[in-house]
């Protein structure tokens, strides 16, 4: 092969070029974007997060208020992260139920008299065990959370929705 076929034209070069800084330029943008979208899958093999709440011995067949909190790391926002619960035993069962009403969000409260949970912002009410009463605004029974018991101890995770 003589030189003179291994010469690249000026129009050749500029393609090149512009290609490669094209193509940097388009990863450089579209990188960011595959990460998000691609960030609750990562995140759902990752192992589970339980936060310690309370004692088992301090756990009683009758719904009790318990708060916890935890420290947060959202990429670069660093948080405190407050939490509460009622928890109950059903049978040999922890049971943690959500404090937040599934109709628009509102923190329910627990009435002993009634057995029932209610919401101070349009009158929803659950049952003990989180049902929601037919006839009151919220459609869908309080959530859970995911419940781990370590020696002797009770830890949550997660609030898991309920049909
Ligand atoms: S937010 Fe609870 S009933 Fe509306």
Not at 36 to 43: E, G, I, R, V
Not at 72 to 77: F, G, I, M, R
Request: charged share 25%.
């Amino acid at each position: 092969m003589s030189e003179r076929e291994h010469k690249v034209s000026r129009r050749q070069f500029l393609s090149y070029t512009l290609t490669g800084v094209g193509g940097f330029m388009a990863a450089g943008m579209l990188m960011p974007m595959v990460r998000f979208a691609l960030d609750p899958a990562l995140k759902a093999g990752a192992e589970s997060n339980v936060e310690y709440v309370c004692e088992l011995e301090d756990v009683t067949d009758k719904p009790q208020r318990f708060t916890w909190s935890f420290n947060q790391v959202d990429s670069w926002y660093d948080s405190t992260v407050e939490r509460e619960a009622y928890i109950y035993l059903d049978g040999e069962d922890v049971v943690a139920l959500s404090s937040i009403c599934t109709h628009l969000g509102c923190t329910i409260g627990y009435q002993e008299d009634t057995s029932r949970f209610v919401c101070p912002c349009h009158g929803g009410q659950f049952e003990e065990d989180g049902t929601n009463v037919p006839g009151t605004p919220p459609t869908r029974p309080l959530d859970v959370f995911e419940v781990e018991i370590r020696d002797g101890a009770v830890y949550l995770g997660q609030t898991m929705r309920r049909d």
